[in-house]
């Protein structure tokens, strides 16, 4: 909507501008029209980046700030429609009532991003340390209450994964981890670890598993067509079923069941 709006000033700028400067043709409408729109969606976003330091002053370490989320969820559906991404939403109504650990594929960097615009509600994501030091996007992550994790530390990961679940009991937030550990640069699905689902033993919430399709065609900058990526919701494991299931059979059932989806849509 906002870059509809985006679109619609431009128009009404370039229009203006070309009425009322005497020797100027209409045919140079949509250059100036394409102009003035990059120019506002450049400010825009020159605004969202300055704003970063200043949306939460007194931030809480301890809690995420809600303001923040909002502010991320809000700038994510921008990107998206600027970027023109459509989202296919597929089995949302599986999805549970309460707080839930989300596990799924990992093609792109735009996956937490293509989960944060889909799902109406607030949700978290475990990500890797290096995010939370690209410059303003991992303050911003950071206020919204993502976790870092140290893939290469069992005890620090094991801290972070005990810090979401009381997130998840606490705050009512639910949270995305990618099992993989790691985005999966071949578009293969590869092994998955035990983390996520011991986070939502350990929580007490279901675990909802969901296949992501065409996210890995996003790219900034680089397509000039309008691209659809698709969430299909597969399955929900209650907490009766986590709870009497061992980790390793849930991590691997988890990976078939996406599995078996990837290759039927292949």
């Not at 705050?171 to 011991?198: N, V």
């Not at 007490?204 to 065409?214: D, Q, T, W």
Request: hydrophobic share 45%; charged share 20%; aromatic share 12%.
């Amino acid at each position: 909507m906002l870059n509809l709006i985006f679109f619609l000033l431009s128009g009404a700028g370039a229009a203006s501008l070309c009425a009322t400067s005497e020797g100027l043709s209409f045919w140079w409408l949509p250059l100036f029209w394409i102009g003035f729109y990059l120019a506002i969606t450049l400010v825009f976003f020159l605004g969202f980046v300055i704003s970063i330091p200043f949306i939460s002053r007194n931030p809480n370490p301890e809690k995420p700030d809600r303001f923040s989320m909002k502010y991320l969820h809000f700038m994510t559906n921008w990107l998206f429609g600027f970027l023109w991404v459509r989202i296919k939403r597929e089995g949302f109504e599986k999805l549970p009532k309460t707080p839930f650990v989300l596990v799924a594929n990992h093609i792109s960097n735009f996956d937490p991003m293509v989960v944060m615009a889909a799902y109406p509600g607030a949700i978290l994501f475990i990500s890797k340390e290096s995010n939370f030091k690209i410059p303003f996007i991992g303050s911003l992550i950071r206020k919204a209450g993502y976790l870092s994790i140290d893939r290469e530390n069992g005890m620090r990961a094991l801290r972070t994964l005990k810090s979401a679940a009381d997130l998840v009991q606490n705050e009512g937030l639910s949270i995305g981890i990618y099992p993989e550990g790691t985005r999966s640069r071949s578009g293969k699905l590869q092994e998955f670890k035990d983390g996520a689902f011991y986070l939502a033993k350990k929580a007490g919430v279901p675990v909802v598993v969901m296949a992501s399709h065409n996210t890995e065609k996003i790219r900034m900058g680089k397509h000039f067509l309008p691209i659809t990526v698709t969430l299909k919701v597969l399955d929900v494991w209650q907490p009766e079923e986590l709870a009497a299931t061992p980790l390793p059979e849930l991590a691997q059932k988890s990976h078939d069941l996406i599995l078996a989806e990837l290759h039927e849509t292949d």
